[in-house]
């Protein structure tokens, strides 16, 4: 038995691949380590060679465990802290939740061992990885976390991202893992050929990076302040402390009044819209009279023709603006409870305050603040490239906010807003992200944090942004190009893979 074989057989090769799926979290916010996520594919690579269907399964599994246990693990916080649900079952609940997600990865490389897709390494692996990714932004409502590409937003690589988007940086991700091992294989000369490969996909990407897709209009500068108020969630909705978050909010706001946007986060406001009635009027006179717009998240009801109540988690704006966006992709669990006549009750964590919203309409009127347009997504739509895209078009600047103290100190705000950031690179457009305890940012037209103010302190951030114009090649093509150029990609590497091994002395091109 050879010494790759005794390491990378049995458990030892489970244990490995475990690891490796361990490492990949750590690329990502808040760490960035972004090199060890092409090496983490790398061992991923090399751990998948030669096995059989069954075997790559479970390695698949092992590295989507190591993956998303590491990665993901922050939503025990939200399950036993903030669900109200007991340790033993809280952890039971995460590594469920792990799990499930594990399978998702298990799947498409159970097909990678079946139809021996490790003869053609190049084409198959990064093209899997990329259409893996993908799936998560649409299966099942969709969780798209934990994509390769967002480790790069800091990397010379970073230019892609507004032609190719954050999927267009997983596939280089997956090219260069594939590079790296062959990097490691004996054979000279497809190691000067890996070499030079991965120099000239890094030397593409950071050549991109020179290239300005947008520009700030200075005729469209405005001056923002954004309302952290920190309040701690199981204060949020306790009808004992609806005056102290009033009076935080309102008090921070009258700090503001120099600003031409002021933003409240995602439902800062701890009753719903019609209930608050007599705070909005007030504050949505003194935004005029001050030539100022508010922009803040609210809970709102509405009432159905055919009696049925219709709760919506949405943004609006008030004084020098206007407009009302309801929030289209809701948290499950959170936002709604999926076959809620089954398990509501169950547990606590299925029974949360809040959990029984509706989704927004696709298509809404625009938002408008200071005669500026803008697009707004509550919490984690942020993190839906293609729902950004879209909504992003033809307007001068981004909003997202989000309440994050339901993650507590963990990693799970750091990565949101490392997901945030990139949305703003992807579009070539300022976000405001105004959240509750935090991140609480101004982010350029290029990712770049231009101020943020700490985690889990009151406060205001003031700044200022600017509209611009210009579009990315990524907001008038999408992640469409990518997705095609993957899907024919698997395609070739399928067919030429089901082709009979060629003879010893034959070496077609990526051939393994």
């Given at each position: 038995?050879?010494?790759k074989?005794?390491i990378?057989?049995g ?6 691949v475990l690891?490796a799926?361990?490492?990949f979290p750590l690329?990502?916010a808040?760490?960035?380590l972004?090199?060890?996520i ?6 991923f690579v090399?751990?998948?060679e ?5 075997r790559?399964?479970w390695?698949?599994?092992w590295?989507g ?6 990665g993901v693990?922050?939503?025990y ?5 903030y669900?109200?649900?007991p340790?033993?079952l809280?952890?039971l609940?995460t590594l469920?939740?792990?799990a499930f997600l594990?399978i998702?990865?298990?799947?498409p490389?159970w097909?990678y061992g079946?139809f021996n ?18 799936s998560k932004?649409?299966?099942l409502?969709g969780?798209p ?6 480790g ?13 988007g954050t999927?267009g940086l997983s596939l ?10 062959w990097?490691f294989?004996s054979?000279?000369?497809k190691r ?12 593409f990407c950071?050549?991109?990076?020179t ?10 500068t405005?001056k ?5 108020g920190?309040?701690?969630q199981?204060?949020k909705?306790?009808?004992?402390y609806?005056k102290?978050i009033?009076?935080?909010y ?5 700090k503001s009044?120099d600003?031409?946007?002021?933003l409240w986060?995602e439902?800062?406001?701890p009753?719903?819209?019609?209930q ?6 007030n504050?949505?006179?003194r ?5 100022t717009a508010i922009?803040?998240g609210v809970?709102?009801?509405e009432?159905s023709?055919?009696g049925v ?7 609006f ?5 206007e407009g ?11 936002e709604y409870?999926?076959m809620?006549?089954l398990?509501r ?5 299925f029974n949360?305050?809040m959990?029984?919203f509706h989704?927004g309409?696709e298509?809404?009127p625009?938002?408008?603040?200071n005669?500026?347009?803008f697009?707004a997504?509550?919490c984690?739509?942020i993190v839906?490239?293609?729902l950004?895209?879209?909504q992003?078009?033809?307007k001068?600047?981004?909003v ?10 963990s990693w ?9 950031r ?6 070539g457009?300022y976000i ?10 101004i982010?350029?037209h ?7 103010i700490?985690?889990f302190e009151?406060?205001?951030?003031k700044?200022?942004?600017y509209?611009t114009k ?10 469409w190009?990518?997705i095609?150029?993957s899907a024919?990609?698997l395609?070739?590497?399928v067919a030429l893979?089901l082709?009979p091994e060629?003879e010893p002395n ?7």
């Open positions: 038995m050879s010494l074989t005794s990378t057989s458990v030892k090769g489970h244990l490995l690891l799926g361990a490492i690329g990502l808040p760490l960035k972004w090199p060890l092409p090496v983490s594919l790398a061992l090399l751990l998948l030669g096995q059989s269907a069954g790559s399964f390695r698949a599994f590295y465990m190591g993956l998303n246990g590491v693990s922050w939503v916080v939200s399950i036993h802290f669900g109200g649900t340790m033993w809280a952890l609940g469920g939740f792990v594990s998702l990865y298990a799947l490389f097909a079946r897709l490790d003869r053609y390494t190049l084409l198959t692996f990064p093209a899997l990885w990329v259409l893996l990714e993908w932004s649409w299966l409502s969780f976390w934990l994509w390769a590409g967002y790069f937003i800091d990397s010379p690589l970073y230019g892609l991202a507004p032609v190719a999927l280089v991700a997956a090219l260069s893992a594939v590079l790296l091992r990097i294989k054979e000279n000369l000067t050929h890996a070499i030079i490969g991965l120099a000239a996909l890094i030397a950071w050549g991109l990076g290239q300005e897709w947008t520009q700030p209009q200075l005729n469209k405005q923002a302040a954004l309302i952290q920190n309040i701690p199981e204060q909705w306790d009808p004992k609806r102290h009033f009076d935080t309102t008090g921070l706001t009258e009044w600003a031409d946007l002021i986060p439902a800062a406001y009753v719903f819209y019609h608050a009635l007599k705070t909005i009027t504050l949505d006179i935004a005029s009279e001050k030539d922009v803040s809970a709102r009801w009432p023709e055919n109540d219709y709760y919506y988690n949405s943004i704006v008030i004084g020098n603006g009302t966006y309801n929030k289209q992709k809701l948290v499950p669990f959170g409870v999926p809620a006549s398990i009750g169950l547990i606590p964590f949360l305050p959990s029984d989704k309409a298509v809404q625009p938002l408008l603040a005669n500026m347009s697009a997504f509550i984690y739509e839906y490239p293609e950004v895209r879209q992003a078009k033809n001068d600047f981004l997202t906010i989000s309440n994050d103290a339901w993650f507590g100190h799970g705000p750091l990565q949101h807003f490392q997901m945030a990139m949305r703003a690179l992807e579009t457009k405001l992200r105004g959240t509750n305890t935090g991140v609480t940012a982010i350029d290029k990712g770049n944090v231009q101020s943020q700490p985690q009151k406060g205001v951030l700044g200022v942004f509209g210009g579009e990315t090649p990524f907001v008038s093509f999408g992640q190009p990518v095609g150029l024919l990609l395609i070739i590497g893979s082709r060629p034959v070496r077609p091109l990526y051939h393994n």
